[in-house]
Structures are given as structure tokens and as C-alpha cells.
């Protein structure tokens, strides 16, 4: 899905002693928000007499989906690593009064990836989780555009299998925890609804140990994240028909960008399809 | 209509943004980035760079034009196995596709150790048998003396093994753990069975990993400690036989045991692998090894091409007898 993805390493550590041509990294989420920020920016100025979609006071959704994904973990591996995976979450929303939005999520996932780049022996697989929140505030109360503040922890547990004829088995791990700045359109579409969220993290926490995961051997460490090192982009668009009652469907798209600048980086880009379940505890019918 | 339009021109920006911003170049596999990736790798991580005052920068030198000069895989294979083995580490090699691991051959490898296992079961053991799986073989020396013989670590799962050969033993009294020429394997495995001998948790030794960039970063001294294992434990006299081959996760094992104070360690100094090793890649698929931590005794010293000298030290040699283990036959008679 995405060839050649992440793929140009960077010179990492001292550099070697030997001439060698430094290459780098494009980094993709400066394009990417400006890219979106512009079209959402564009389609809410259009949109003066855009169709207010209420928020009820509270909705819980149950979502699964498929996941696209390609992943670079140095530690483990020069080599990108990229396929299908599996994912669910549990996504709470809710309104306080009439401009304020927020949001929580819990989501879990799987995925099995080869390698994008050389030789097709190695996988890996990767468990995942993440907790979601935001707290997002209208521009006015009929307006259909919200900014706010997300924050997103996010643990990534890889077991690396290594080509034969070695078919080594090693596990890396990685954590972060991130605050940043998020920005949300929603409007009516007939009966339905169609939300844009964006968030990208400017300060968090990352643990990334220097090498793979064994108990015991105190590699492990945190250390505190800005924009510099720790860039990502979060998107989704959601689509939600009418409702029936209180029971309804969202089929969201969902992207999440990730670039931790380290020794030994981590940069990983996903794209899923969810469907989800949606019920609505309060508000109008 | 305009939600529909709202929606695809937010896709299309997103697209276009992701497919400027993702696809990159091709991830480069001449022999300039291998060779280099793998220089770096090492860089980062090796663990013995200042204890074997390495010049790790010189070496890089040294080989580059060489590895840029190859004019076939395996040629370029040759000359990046030549550069680990500058190293001079049991624990480093490289693997390319297809197999061929080229590694270095430590000095203590080359050294007779005049052991035959062959020999022990015919001339001592008089109940000789493999135990119910295929990694270890045990037997009565004497009716109140047992021999276990583990000539390897590899694996994983198999200690229950021990567990079997315990119980078929029965009510012996000493016990004798042989292992010579074990060249090691899964150090979580030898610490495993190392539990069966010992009534509660122990620290035997330290370990220090790379942690940064420079050669000596590296964590703290972290315990290393061996806890009872298994059903039941053998806490009477242990008398554990070591060689110049007893390598690695061997010696994890006889350091684990010499924290026992039932255990004593009889034979020759052991091989002197203190480096654990960790696993990585190149761009290529070939694969690598190289040592990432430094083991220590309790007294926080570094055996790494030193060994662990053992308590009672009997050299082996060339004759039909093997002295190391009759020795220990008569330190269990006592």
C-alpha cells in the first residue's frame, strides 16, 4: 500500500569516519496539515450556510475495522515493514453545554507486517493500544467548526522475527503520550452527518528503549518529547447516517502518522476503514 | 451536494499530501549503505569496544574500500565477516541469505578439551539413559551419587527434562551436572534448570547494556539472580564440571551454580564469553549478531575471554581417563 514508504534512513550517532552522502527524511506531516488545515479552512469558510449537526449529550460507538499500515522501527530493523491488521475501539462522545465537545476513546489492534523493502523473509507483529481524549470548543453555537486540545497515548508492543536462516525472535516496545492542538468540522447531510478531525501532538513523552525488551536490564526510559522529535498527524472522517432511535452506524476513515526522531527513529503511517455502532444515551431524536 | 464536494476535495488533499510526503525513495541495498548500516549498527551497540580497545573508526577505514570493491555477495559477505572478526568475539557473525554463518573462532575454540561424552557413559555411569526427552542424558555414578549431562542450551521449554531425570534418580545424595563442551544457548533456559538446584533466590553476577551512542553507555550493574524452578529442588551436595568449551549461557549456569553454597565448580576455566548477544538485519535480509551487554562475576569483574576459574581445577589431557570427572567422583565420595 505504501511502497518504499519512510524508507530513506537518516545518518544516525556520530557519523562514521568514511564519507558518506547524508540523506533525509521528507517529513510527512508538515504537507499533510497544511493540506487538510487548508481544506478544512476552505470548506468552512464556504460553508457560511452550512447545516448545523447537533451533537447528543452523550454517544457511545463500538468500532472494528481494517488496517493498512506500513512501520519503520530502527531498533529492530532498517527495513520498513508493512500489511493488513485488524482494529477495534470503544469512542465516547459528549457535549457540555452548548459549545463544548468531548471525546474519548479506547482502542485496540493487531497487525502482521512483511517487509516493503528487500528480501520478503522477517515479519512482524505488532499489538497495539491507545487512549484518545479531546475537549473541543465551537466557534459559535451554530457553527460547525471546533478547535480544541487532543491528547493520545499510544503503546506499541513488536515481536520481530528475524530472516532465516538466524529466525531470531526479539521484542521492541514503544510508548507516547502527546498534547497537542486538534481542529473538527461537522456538518448535516440530510439526516446523516460527516465530521473532519485533525490533531497533531506539540509536547508528550516517549519511552523508547535503546534496544529490544528484556526484563530487568534498566534500558528502559522516558524522556520528554516536543514537536522537534516527536511529530504525527491524526485524522479521521466520519460519516454517520440517520439514526434509528437511538441506534445508528458511523463508517469512519481513519489516518495516523507517526515520526519519533531518535538514534534509532520510529516512523510508522496507518490508514483504517472502521464501521461502528453507535447509541445515542441523551439529547433530541 | 456540497458535503459530497467538502468531503472528496478533504480526500484528495489528504491523498496528495500522503503520497507526496510517504513515497520515498527506494531503500538503497549497494554495498556503500549495507557496509555502512552495518558499521553503524555495531557502532551503536557492540559492548566491548573499550574493554578490548577497539578502534572501531580504523576498522570502518580499513574495510570500506574493500566492501565498495567486491564484486559479488559473497564477496562483500567476506569482507564484512573479516571486520566483525576484528572484533574477537565468540558472540559476533553475520549471516547472509542462504545460510554460510562466518564467524569468529575464538582461541579457547581451538583448544583440546580431550572430553567424549561417549566415554562417560560407557566407563562410569552405570545406569546411563536419555531422559524421556532428547537434550540431556543422566544416570548413577554410585548408588548414592547421580550424573547429569546437558551438552547444550539451545532451545527453550525442554527443563522439565531435568525435572524427570531428578525424579528418576531417585534418593541420591550428591549429584554431578557435567557441562563440558556445552557451548551454550538460551541463557533464560540455563538459568531455569540452574534453579533446580538452588532452595531460593540467589544474585550471582551483574549485567551492564549499551544504552546510548557511546561506547560506554551503558546502564547500571543490574542483579542477576537465579530462583527455584521446577517441582522440586536438589539443594545436597552439586558438583558441576566445566571445561575450556563451557561457553556463554554455560557460563551463566556455573556462575549461577557458584552462587550456590552446596555447588563447587571442578575442571578447567571455562571459555570466557561474557557478551550477550543480540539479533539485527541488514536492508538485505542478511542477518547479524554482535555482543550488546557485558556479564559480571560478583565481585563486578568481566570475564570476557578470561573465563570463570573453577573452584577445583584439574586440567584434562590426552589419556583414556577422564580426570576432571573422577575428581569430582571423589571430592561426592567423601
Known amino acids: ?285 | 451536494m456540497k458535503a459530497v464536494r467538502f468531503a472528496t476535495i478533504a480526500a484528495l488533499a489528504s491523498l496528495a499530501a500522503c503520497g507526496d510526503a510517504l513515497v520515498g525513495p527506494a531503500a538503497s541495498t549497494d554495498r556503500g549503505s549495507l557496509f555502512d548500516d552495518l558499521w553503524r549498527q555495531v557502532d551503536l551497540h557492540y559492548s566491548f569496544f573499550t574493554l578490548k580497545r577497539i578502534n572501531w573508526d580504523s576498522i570502518g577505514n580499513v574495510y570500506r574500500p574493500q566492501a565498495l570493491a567486491a564484486k559479488s555477495d559473497a564477496e562483500f559477505a567476506g569482507v564484512a565477516g573479516r571486520m566483525l572478526n576484528e572484533l574477537k568475539d565468540a558472540h559476533v557473525s553475520i549471516t547472509p541469505a542462504g545460510g554460510g554463518t562466518i564467524r569468529y573462532r575464538a582461541r579457547f575454540e581451538l583448544e583440546p578439551t580431550f572430553f567424549d561424552a561417549r566415554r562417560v557413559f560407557q566407563r562410569y555411569v552405570a545406569e546411563g539413559a536419555p531422559a524421556a526427552g532428547t537434550h540431556i542424558r543422566f544416570g548413577k555414578i554410585a548408588p548414592s551419587t547421580g550424573y547429569i549431562y546437558i551438552p547444550s542450551f539451545l532451545g527453550t521449554g525442554w527443563a522439565g527434562e531435568v525435572d524427570a531425570a531428578l525424579a528418576a534418580l531417585g534418593n541420591v545424595t550428591r549429584m554431578i551436572v557435567d557441562v563440558r563442551d556445552n557451548g551454550g544457548g538460551t541463557n533464560a533456559l540455563a538459568l531455569d534448570i540452574a534453579g533446580r538446584f538452588t532452595d531460593r533466590t540467589r544474585t550471582f553476577g551483574y549485567m551492564r547494556r549499551r544504552s546510548g551512542p557511546g561506547h560506554d553507555d551503558f546502564t547500571g550493574f543490574n542483579d542477576q539472580t537465579v530462583s527455584p524452578a521446577g517441582p522440586a529442588q536438589f539443594t545436597g551436595p552439586v558438583f558441576v564440571l566445566s571445561n575450556r568449551h563451557s561457553a556463554s549461557s554455560s557460563e551463566d549456569f556455573v556462575r549461577a551454580m557458584s552462587a550456590m553454597p552446596h555447588a563447587t565448580i571442578v575442571g578447567d576455566t571455562t571459555a570466557g564469553a561474557a557478551g550477550g548477544p543480540i539479533v539485527r538485519e541488514l536492508i538485505n535480509g542478511w542477518t547479524y549478531q554482535l555482543s550488546e551487554w557485558i556479564e559480571y562475576t560478583l565481585d563486578r569483574a568481566t570475564f570476557e575471554d578470561v573465563g570463570l576459574a573453577p573452584d577445583v581445577l584439574v586440567k584434562a589431557t590426552a589419556a583414556d581417563a577422564d580426570p576432571i570427572l573422577e575428581r569430582a567422583i571423589a571430592l561426592a565420595s567423601r
Not at chain 1, 530493523?77 to 459549545?99: K, N
Not at chain 1, 479506547?106 to 487512549?131: E, M, N, W
Open chain 1, 1 to 285: 500500500m505504501y511502497p518504499n514508504v519512510l524508507s530513506d534512513l537518516p545518518t544516525w550517532g556520530r557519523p562514521p569516519p568514511f564519507a558518506v552522502p547524508p540523506t533525509y527524511m521528507k517529513r510527512p506531516n508538515a504537507p499533510l496539515v497544511a493540506c487538510l488545515l487548508v481544506a478544512v479552512a476552505r470548506a468552512a469558510s464556504a460553508q457560511s450556510d452550512a447545516t448545523f449537526a447537533p451533537v447528543p449529550p452523550h454517544q457511545l460507538t463500538i468500532f472494528a475495522g481494517a488496517t493498512q499500515s506500513a512501520r519503520l522501527e530502527a531498533t529492530a530493523s532498517p527495513r520498513t515493514f508493512g500489511g493488513p491488521g485488524i482494529s477495534a475501539a470503544l469512542d465516547y462522545r459528549g457535549t457540555m453545554g452548548s459549545l463544548w465537545t468531548v471525546g474519548a476513546s479506547v482502542g485496540a489492534g493487531y497487525r502482521r507486517l512483511s517487509p516493503l523493502d528487500g528480501p520478503k523473509s522477517g515479519t512482524q507483529q505488532l499489538f497495539d493500544g491507545d487512549v484518545r481524549a479531546s475537549l473541543m470548543r465551537r466557534l459559535s453555537a451554530r457553527s460547525g467548526f471546533s478547535v480544541g486540545l487532543a491528547s493520545t497515548t499510544n503503546y506499541t508492543y513488536t515481536e520481530h522475527r528475524y530472516p532465516e536462516p538466524t529466525g531470531r525472535v526479539s521484542h521492541f516496545v514503544f510508548g507516547a503520550t502527546a498534547l497537542g492542538p486538534a481542529v473538527a468540522y461537522s456538518r448535516s447531510v440530510g439526516r446523516g452527518a460527516v465530521g473532519v478531525e485533525l490533531s497533531s501532538p506539540m509536547i508528550g513523552m516517549v519511552s523508547h528503549p535503546y534496544s529490544d525488551n528484556r526484563t530487568g536490564d534498566g534500558l528502559s526510559r522516558i524522556r520528554v518529547a516536543t514537536a522537534a522529535d516527536l511529530r504525527g498527524v491524526n485524522g479521521t472522517l466520519r460519516y454517520a447516517p440517520p439514526m434509528k432511535g437511538d441506534w445508528g452506524m458511523v463508517y469512519a476513515y481513519r489516518f495516523n502518522l507517526l515520526d519519533y526522531k531518535d538514534l534509532q527513529p520510529v516512523r510508522s503511517a496507518s490508514h483504517s476503514l472502521s464501521i461502528g455502532i453507535t447509541r445515542r444515551l441523551g439529547g433530541e431524536r
